[in-house]
């Protein structure tokens, strides 16, 4: 694998990363574990949780991750640059486009194609993040993966604190957090 191809194929995430971070990580899959296998299904989860964990949007966290992973700090610098670059030059032509077409009614039907698609791409991503953390692998072509019991315990708990008792989401993923390493560390 050559820097280049590293930094082609998150020029194209940056590309086509219309949606926000959410949207992107069914891109970034497809390049990294998909097309070139640069990661594992598991490491990439990893770095999903990872990057959503930490300061920053998960796009350039998640390049970020993946880029260390793979080619340590330059995969880093450019996986990050090839995420950001194509958005940067693509807002710089969409504010001079918008600029001079503001009242055009075509262009807002485009945008809301373009909804439409990044909540798919959202969706896509959704499932791929619960079915990992719930059975530990993807479902793929309908066959059943085992369901991991004490992750389903611990997501319906959560969701529970979260949204009727309106806890700190901060405390809540300490608390999960604390509990996996207790539940997960005892031998079976």
Known sequence: MTWLTLLLAFLQIGFFSIGGGYATIPLIQEQVVDRYHWL?????TDII????MTPGPLAVNTSTFTGIR??????AILATFGCIF?????CLCLYRF???YRSA???FTVLKGLRAASIGLIAASAGTILSMALA?????GGIAIPVNGIAVVLFLLSLVLLRKFHLNPILVMAVSGALGAVIYSIPL
């Open 40 to 44: 594992s299904m598991q490491e990439f």
């Open 49 to 52: 949780t990872i990057s959503q």
């Open 70 to 75: 793979i080619m340590g700090i330059p995969g």
């Open 86 to 90: 194509s958005g940067f030059v693509i």
């Open 98 to 100: 918008f600029s001079r």
């Open 105 to 107: 009614g075509p262009v």
């Open 136 to 140: 530990g692998t993807m479902v793929l």
